[in-house]
Nanobody
Framework: QMQVVETGGGLVQPGGSLLLSCVAS????????MGWYRQDSGKQLEFVAA???????TYVDSVKGRFTISRPHATTTGYLQMTNLKPEDTAVYFC????????????????WGQGTQVTVSS
């Protein structure tokens, strides 16, 4: 199995910054992609950013130029650096990891963390 844990959320003023971390653990053979999603109360889950194993990245338009997703090569930890935060960035942020398990038959799976709350308010 693969476990995913997000940390780094908190309360920040508009214009501030936060660094979210996503740690995947377990019997992992490889990670194909790591993505961040967010959900504010009463709203649908929204894609924020993703990074593939080749280093290519994708962002939703609303965070381009403000958020940066990264994952050091061959590690199971990823980051979402958030700068110039706005009240509309307030949400629970979830990390999704798409990977494959080691040992036995090939098994690919997608795992989610429990989320970390980000609140942007003065």
């Amino acid at each position: 199995q693969m476990q995913v844990v997000e940390t780094g959320g908190g309360l920040v003023q508009p214009g501030g910054s936060l660094l979210l971390s996503c740690v995947a653990s377990g019997n992992i053979f490889t990670i194909y992609s790591m993505g961040w999603y967010r959900q504010d109360s009463g709203k649908q889950l929204e894609f924020v950013a993703a990074i593939n194993d080749d280093g290519s990245t994708t962002y939703v338009d609303s965070v381009k130029g403000r958020f940066t997703i990264s994952r050091p090569h061959a590690t199971t930890t990823g980051y979402l650096q958030m700068t110039n935060l706005k009240p509309e960035d307030t949400a629970v942020y979830f990390c999704n990891v798409d990977g494959a398990l080691a040992g036995g038959a090939y098994r690919r799976l997608s795992s989610w963390g429990q989320g970390t709350q980000v609140t942007v308010s003065s």
